[in-house]
T-cell receptor, first 117, second 114 residues
């Protein structure tokens, strides 16, 4: 079974600074996708960024980027120029590419990020 | 394009009752996944439906069931409610449920069991 671990229950950062959220995962599969989702106080889950395991290049999306280390099974999220609107719970998630994994995201426990003015 | 909608947004039930939650996916999306979110267990996958067929199921008791209609709208049902079923229930839709398809989440239904 796949597991996703986020070791930082809470993080805080000053506005305009950079913060990195950690995620490790465990799988015996070779083809999979990794995701970071954001859940603000409104509870609406929003996709932040995704990474295909077969791609060596790290994904970036505006101020958000990942550091994907496949051998170490590590997938961290870096948020640059943090904004107050980035305050949210961040979830790391995993999905196998196999057919038995249809529609199933496996989530970590989440990291609460607070951006201070 | 309208997002994923879930109804009702809030629900209060008592132990032993049953409840039905509804999810309308984004237009054109045929896969709907359901998740339970609790402070203790986090986000857990319940099941996924595609073209009215359940293709995948998580580790939940048989009291949790679902279905999907021909217009891709999905419902989940919980029978004989227990206090531990109190949670935020999220549904997510995607085009086909495959790994290349991004899941878009609804706002959730907050279920409280008294």
């Amino acid at each position: 079974a796949q597991t996703v671990t986020q070791s930082q229950p809470e993080m805080s950062v000053q506005e305009a600074e950079t913060v990195t959220l950690s995620c490790t995962y465990d799988t015996s599969e070779n083809n999979y996708y990794l995701f970071w989702y954001k859940q603000p106080p409104s509870r609406q889950m929003i996709l932040v960024i995704r990474q295909e395991a077969y791609k060596q290049q790290n994904a970036t999306e505006n101020r958000f980027s990942v550091n994907f280390q496949k051998a170490a099974k590590s997938f961290s999220l870096k948020i640059s120029d943090s904004q107050l609107g980035d305050t949210a719970m961040y979830f790391c998630a995993f999905m196998n590419s196999g057919g038995t994994s249809y529609g199933k995201l496996t989530f970590g426990q989440g990291t609460i990020l607070t951006v201070h003015p | 394009k309208a997002g994923v909608t879930q109804t009702p947004r809030y629900l209060i039930k008592t132990r032993g009752q049953q409840v039905t939650l509804s999810c309308s996916p984004i237009s054109g999306h045929r896969s709907v996944s359901w998740y339970q979110q609790t402070p203790g267990q986090g986000l857990q996958f319940l099941f996924e439906y595609f073209s009215e067929t359940q293709r995948n199921k998580g580790n939940f008791p048989g009291r949790f069931s679902g279905r999907q209609f021909s217009n891709s709208r999905s419902e989940m049902n919980v029978s004989t409610l227990e206090l531990g079923d109190s949670a935020l229930y999220l549904c997510a839709s995607s085009r086909a449920g495959g790994v290349v398809d991004t899941q878009y989440f609804g706002p959730g239904t907050r279920l409280t069991v008294l």
